[in-house]
């Protein structure tokens, strides 16, 4: 595993929140609380560091993580045939092939997106990487009847492991 560098307990403040503060989309307070809580060397290690943010998102109530959840954006969704997604959002959406959508594909991502926001009160979440637009239908479909708890808790499942790879690929390009 390759470590973080510079190694994030080196770091200034502002400067941890500017690198950080979007691991989870639209979301500075995790990267805050965890800066606030202490940093060491041994936050260099993706994982732990994905740990460690986990467990503040786990420990921040319901509130903050519906807030959370509903940060994110929806899949081939309006933010994205804008071009007004956040740069990790965009390149993780791309990587799935979903700015390539069929007509059909688009309109079946429209037809969920619209039944589940309104189900569950947040679009959609699924960590993209390394599957295709198939495979994320079907998921869709999958997950779109189950209960709001259950949902709930895959949602903010999904959104460690999207927080776990981009930390991953953070100590990559490093």
Known sequence: M???DPPPHSLSRTAFINVYGSIYEHSPWV????????LTETDRDPNHLAGRMAAIVNAGGTA????LLRA??????????AGKLTADSTAEQASAGLDHCTQAEFDAFQNLNQRYSTTFGHPFIIAVRGLDRAAILAAFRRRVDNDPATEFETALGEVHKIARLRLAQLAAST
Not at 72 to 81: D, F, I, M, Q, W
């Open 64 to 67: 903050r993580q519906m807030a």
């Open 72 to 81: 994110h954006p929806e899949l081939a969704g309006k933010l994205a045939v």
């Open 2 to 4: 390759k470590l973080i």
């Open 31 to 38: 990267a805050e609380t965890l800066y606030d809580s202490g």
